[in-house]
């Protein structure tokens, strides 16, 4: 069942995902834009929805075995994306693309939407801890517990993640090593200490959901030296200036 889950589901899934990621850079590179459609077309509401049937998809193919596997995913990216979301309004930290604007506008990269993204008034100061590169550590860690013999190259990939992350200049290098970490601690626990089902895919998601307009909260949204205007870092002191 493990096998037709892995034939019927993961595979598909994964080599659409890198066709279309692809597609998206291709456009990217010839257009200028294109990832960013990805980014808009990801809504919390279809995030949630995807995540549901996946669990529903592992249940029915794979059996119990991939259903806790994709759960102890599920569960663990929640809880990690609540979290860091915490971490980022209090440690306020801007992007590189914000805060050495001037410096990384001479080095060119091929996919300019990424640092595009990046640079909006929501997203320039959500640098620490990556949410990407946690996210590709929990990926990883899950397939490691799940296929031992994975290691190698799950591990490769979460490493590709984290530093695609600093080579785009959207974090810096301790951004990503904290946001990995994060992920992998998370992820063992939830291993460890979880029976991780459906019921908990779904717990995780509700808090989440509940949780998020109160971290809003968190985030000085006014603080000095913290916000970037359309003609670049605009210092902000709460006098106009």
């Known amino acids: 069942s493990s096998l037709l ?11 659409g ?23 808009s077309f990801l809504s919390k509401p279809k995030i949630i929805g995807l995540g549901q049937a996946v669990v529903a998809a592992a249940t029915y193919i794979g059996g119990r075995r991939a259903a806790h ?58 640098s620490f801890p990556s949410g990407d590169a946690a996210g590709g550590a929990i990926f990883a860690t899950t397939a490691a517990l799940a296929s031992p013999a994975s290691v190698p190259l799950v591990a490769m990939a979460a490493i590709l993640c984290a530093l695609g992350r600093v080579y785009f200049h959207c974090h810096h290098m301790v ?36 949780m998020w307009p109160l971290i809003q909260k968190v985030k000085p949204k006014d603080a000095a030296k ?9 210092i902000n002191d709460g006098k106009g200036t």
């Not at 034939?7 to 598909?12: E, K």
């Not at 590189?96 to 506008?105: G, H, I, K, R, S």
């Not at 970490?181 to 991780?196: F, K, M, P, Y």
Request: charged fraction near 15%; charge should be neutral.
């Open 226 to 234: 913290m916000t970037l205007s359309p003609e670049g870092l605009k």
């Open 17 to 39: 995902g890198l066709a279309y990621w692809g597609k998206l850079c291709h456009e990217n590179v010839t257009t200028g834009a294109g990832v960013r459609r990805a980014y």
């Open 175 to 210: 951004d990503v090593v904290v946001g990995q970490v994060i992920g992998v601690v998370v992820t063992l626990l939830v291993s460890r200490c979880v029976d991780a089902s459906w019921i908990h895919v779904s717990l995780a998601q509700a808090f989440l959901v509940l």
């Open 69 to 126: 596997d994709v759960a102890v995913y599920l569960v663990s990216w929640h809880l990690v994306q609540t979290l860091l979301e915490v971490l980022k309004g209090l440690f306020w930290r801007l992007r590189p693309t914000a805060c050495m604007q001037e410096e990384l506008e001479k080095v060119h990269r091929f996919i300019s939407d990424l640092s595009a993204i990046v640079k909006l008034d929501t997203q320039a100061n959500l």
């Open 5 to 15: 889950f892995a034939a019927c589901v993961s595979l598909p899934v994964v080599l």
